[in-house]
T-cell receptor
Framework: NAGVTQTPKFQVLKTGQSMTLQCAQD?????MSWYRQDPGMGLRLIHY???????DQGEVPNGYNVSRSTTEDFPLRLLSAAPSQTSVYFC?????????????FGPGTRLTVL | GQQLNQSPQSMFIQEGEDVSMNCTSS?????WLWYKQDPGEGPVLLIA?????ELTSNGRLTAQFGITRKDSFLNISASIPSDVGIYFC??????????????FGKGTHLIIQP
């Protein structure tokens, strides 16, 4: 099993550009999440999904879209990148809600918006 | 939303010393989790706690779910170089409203001096 994979590992964007951060898991997990990690801020939940076709907003959803067309994939889209979105982005998955099921994190995508 | 205060923010210790860190929340949690993040990687779950007063060990790590359900601590005994990293607490308040996900602390940076 590859676990949770994320691409790309690094990305530099100009303000206003759009892009999609890819996330995939091969553990047949229903629950997937996107977090952003900023210095001194811990991890903050952007969006999450409890299964294919179902997504919901987290703590900091503005400027991001998600979709869940398959169990395996949970892409995060930045519609119009802003410098405030410079961060490290982590995708995570778990069999069920992460409070009761071990949550596995991907290696992260380091995004810089100029 | 919920707020988690994690302390200390950083710790500089000598190899072999014991380490203690804690988290307090503004609301009652039904789950407390402790994660470790190595440089350049995603967090990994260390210990999960589900009941007030619960004390759980994982090797040299011991964590407790506070009786008030608003706090938790993590102890590391006889620290070794591979303990270096960022430790995060996380919790879940099912009655907190808003996004139904985990709330993370801001992390404790553990640095071990030879």
């Amino acid at each position: 099993n590859a676990g949770v994979t994320q691409t790309p590992k690094f990305q530099v964007l100009k303000t206003g550009q759009s892009m999609t951060l890819q996330c995939a898991q091969d553990m047949n997990h229903e629950y997937m999440s996107w977090y952003r990690q900023d210095p001194g801020m811990g991890l903050r939940l952007i969006h999450y999904s409890v299964g294919a076709g179902i997504t919901d907003q987290g703590e900091v959803p503005n400027g991001y879209n998600v979709s869940r067309s398959t169990t395996e994939d949970f892409p995060l889209r930045l519609l119009s990148a802003a410098p405030s979105q410079t961060s490290v982005y982590f995708c995570a998955s778990s069999y069920g809600h992460p409070s009761y099921n071990e949550q596995f994190f991907g290696p992260g995508t380091r995004l810089t918006v100029l | 939303g919920q707020q988690l205060n994690q302390s200390p923010q950083s710790m500089f210790i000598q190899e072999g010393e014991d380490v203690s860190m804690n988290c307090t929340s503004s609301s009652i949690f039904n789950t407390w989790l402790w994660y470790k993040q190595d440089p350049g990687e995603g967090p990994v779950l260390l210990i999960a706690l589900y009941k007030a007063g619960e004390l759980t060990s994982n090797g040299r790590l011991t964590a407790q779910f506070g009786i008030t359900r608003k706090d938790s601590f993590l102890n590391i005994s006889a620290s070794i170089p591979s303990d270096v990293g960022i430790y995060f607490c996380a919790g879940h308040d099912p009655g907190g409203g808003g996004a139904d996900g985990l709330t993370f602390g801001k992390g404790t940076h553990l640095i071990i001096q030879p």
